[in-house]
């Protein structure tokens, strides 16, 4: 026999699947700091990347100053700027993919919390649907 509030109940959580549970549940295979790590690594790894084409960008652009003057610069400190300013970056980057991921993670969870009560409310109304039979 069809169970109105059942239906409604599915219907609501085949539609949180289909939208909202694309993101949140591959999430919640996750433990948070697992989640977090992984995106703070790809962060810094994208950071280094793009870091790295500027640098060989502005080196390129600027060869025939840089092959002209390379008895004059002191190769030392240029090398320490150079790692000073992509430590800043990295640090800067870490932090602030630290805190996105973060907050995302608890979102998700807060998400699933709502779809988790959906799951039980159903399993209790097939448990009750035994139960009379």
Same mark, same amino acid.
């Given at each position: 026999?069809?169970?109105?509030?059942?239906?409604?109940?599915?219907?609501?959580?085949?539609?949180?699947?289909?939208?909202?549970?694309?993101?949140?549940?591959?999430?919640?295979?996750?433990?948070? &700091?697992? %989640?977090?790590? /992984?995106?703070?690594? +790809?962060?810094?790894?994208?950071?280094?990347? @793009?870091?790295?084409?500027?640098? *060989?960008?502005?080196?390129?652009?600027?060869?025939?100053?840089?092959?002209?003057?390379?008895?004059?610069?002191?190769?030392?400190?240029?090398?320490?700027?150079?790692l000073k300013v992509y430590g800043i970056?990295? &640090?800067? %980057?870490?932090? /602030?993919?630290?805190? +996105?991921?973060?907050?995302?993670?608890?979102? @998700?969870?807060?998400?699933?919390? *709502?779809?988790?009560?959906?799951?039980?409310?159903?399993?209790?109304?097939?448990?009750?649907?035994?139960?009379?039979?």
């Amino acid at each position: 026999m069809l169970d109105e509030n059942r239906i409604k109940t599915m219907t609501r959580m085949a539609s949180y699947e289909e939208n909202e549970g694309r993101k949140t549940i591959p999430i919640a295979s996750f433990f948070r &700091g697992d %989640y977090i790590s /992984l995106h703070v690594v +790809i962060t810094v790894l994208g950071a280094t990347i @793009a870091f790295a084409i500027v640098i *060989g960008m502005y080196v390129y652009y600027n060869m025939e100053t840089l092959i002209a003057d390379v008895y004059k610069l002191d190769l030392i400190t240029v090398g320490k700027q150079i790692l000073k300013v992509y430590g800043i970056l990295i &640090g800067v %980057y870490a932090v /602030l993919s630290y805190i +996105i991921y973060s907050i995302r993670y608890d979102r @998700a969870w807060k998400s699933l919390h *709502g779809y988790n009560n959906a799951l039980k409310k159903l399993a209790k109304m097939y448990d009750d649907d035994s139960d009379e039979d």
